[in-house]
Nanobody
Framework: QVQLVESGGGLVQAGGSLRLSCAAS????????MDWYRQAPGKQRELVAA???????KYADSVKGRFTISRDNAKNTAYLQMNSLQPEDTADYYC?????????????????WGQGTQVTVSS
């Protein structure tokens, strides 16, 4: 199996910064996209940032210029650097990864989610 473990959430004042980490472990042949999503109370889960194996990135309009996603392929770890945090960034942040695993000799893709880490930004 594969586990995604997030860390780095917490409470920060508006204008502050946090760095989230997502470490993947388990039976992994390859990791394709790694993404960060967030879900605020009463709202739907939304994509915050995504990064491919090759390093191509995309961001939600609301975080462009403030958040940076990166990954260390050797460590199977993705990061989300969050700067200039605002109260509206308050949410549970979830890591998601598309992982390639070999099943009966064939590589197949599986989707995994982390347990989430809470980010609270006070005004």
């Amino acid at each position: 199996q594969v586990q995604l473990v997030e860390s780095g959430g917490g409470l920060v004042q508006a204008g502050g910064s946090l760095r989230l980490s997502c470490a993947a472990s388990g039976t992994i042949f390859s990791i394709n996209a790694m993404d960060w999503y967030r879900q605020a109370p009463g709202k739907q889960r939304e994509l915050v940032a995504a990064i491919t194996t090759g390093g191509s990135t995309k961001y939600a309009d609301s975080v462009k210029g403030r958040f940076t996603i990166s990954r260390d392929n050797a460590k199977n770890t993705a990061y989300l650097q969050m700067n200039s945090l605002q109260p509206e960034d308050t949410a549970d942040y979830y890591c998601h990864a598309v992982v390639g695993r070999v099943v009966y000799g064939i590589e197949r893709s599986f989707s995994y989610w982390g347990q989430g880490t809470q980010v609270t930004v006070s005004s």
